[in-house]
Nanobody
Framework: QVQLVESGGGLVQAGGSLRLSCAAS????????MGWFRQAPGKEREFVAT????????YYADSVKGRFTISRDNVKNTVYLQMNSLKPEDTAVYYC?????????????????WGQGTQVTVSS
C-alpha cells in the first residue's frame, strides 16, 4: 500500500514563503513521477506542479510559474514544493500525488495515490 504524507503547511502573510514536503512509502519512489495539486474552498482541485521520476523535468501551472519550485530527493523518498511570493489566492489544501509512470503529467486522473492534504493559508 502506497502512503503519501504531506507536511509544512500553515499560515503565512502575503509575500512570504513555505516549503511543503511529501514523504512517500510503499512503492519504488524513484521510478515514478509526482505531482502537487490544490483545492481552494468552493473550487475544484487544480494542478500546481509535477516532476518526472529523476527530477530532470518539471512543469508548472501558469498561476505559480516563477514563484513555486518542485523538487525531489530519491534517497529520502520525498518530494518538495517551495512556495515563494505567496498570494492570498494561493490559499488551499495542497495534495501530493503519485502516478505509476516515469513521465510527469498535469492530468489529475493519471495519478493513482494521494496524500491527505495540508492546509496553506495566505493572509493579506
Amino acid at each position: 500500500q502506497v502512503q503519501l504524507v504531506e507536511s509544512g503547511g500553515g499560515l503565512v502573510q502575503a509575500g512570504g514563503s513555505l516549503r511543503l514536503s511529501c514523504a512517500a512509502s510503499g512503492r519504488t519512489f524513484s521510478d515514478v513521477a509526482m505531482g502537487w495539486f490544490r483545492q481552494a474552498p468552493g473550487k475544484e482541485r487544480e494542478f500546481v506542479a509535477t516532476i518526472s521520476w529523476s527530477g530532470g523535468s518539471t512543469y508548472y501551472a501558469d498561476s505559480v510559474k516563477g514563484r513555486f519550485t518542485i523538487s525531489r530527493d530519491n534517497v529520502k523518498n520525498t518530494v518538495y514544493l517551495q512556495m515563494n511570493s505567496l498570494k492570498p489566492e494561493d490559499t488551499a489544501v495542497y495534495y501530493c500525488a503519485s502516478r505509476s509512470r516515469q513521465s510527469y503529467s498535469d492530468y489529475e486522473g493519471s495519478y493513482d495515490y494521494w496524500g491527505q492534504g495540508t492546509q496553506v493559508t495566505v493572509s493579506s
